[in-house]
């Protein structure tokens, strides 16, 4: 049997975790998640994830501090990382971007594009991703 993509997501709204863990997992990936930013960055470090899928209001740590601890971790620092937020105004994105995240997905998010999203922000090593 072949190994599953292993997919991080650390999000602090328990129907949020429930929704995107449920979606993956239906696609044939693995999930583990987090639901604060230090309990994420430990997880990170031990399960490797092939995808790290991060939101950015947390609380105590935001979104934005777990994407500038994961990048200076040098086995993480290549890890695509890709915000799921409701932040979508104006320079949003930007600094996402800068604080070294990969991709930017707006919840609410659509459930029938949301995989295929996903999907987009693996790394290319695994030809069928979570299948």
């Known amino acids: 049997m072949p190994r599953k993509t292993k997919i991080l997501l650390i999000e602090d709204h ?56 994961l990048r200076r971790d040098p086995t993480l620092a290549h890890t695509p990382l890709v915000a799921v937020t409701s932040y979508a105004m104006a ?20 459930p029938d594009l949301f995989v295929e999203q996903v999907r987009c922000h693996l790394r290319p090593l695994d030809p069928e991703p979570g299948r």
């Open 14 to 69: 328990e129907p949020n975790r429930y929704l995107l863990t449920f979606l993956l997992e239906k696609n044939g990936f693995e999930v583990v998640a987090a639901p604060d930013g230090p309990a994420g960055i430990a997880l990170a470090a031990r399960e490797k994830p092939a995808l790290i899928l991060l939101d950015i209001q947390l609380p105590g740590m935001d979104g934005h501090a777990v994407a500038r601890a």
């Open 91 to 110: 320079g949003d994105q930007a600094r996402a971007v800068e604080a070294g995240f990969d991709g930017y997905l707006e919840k609410p998010i659509d």
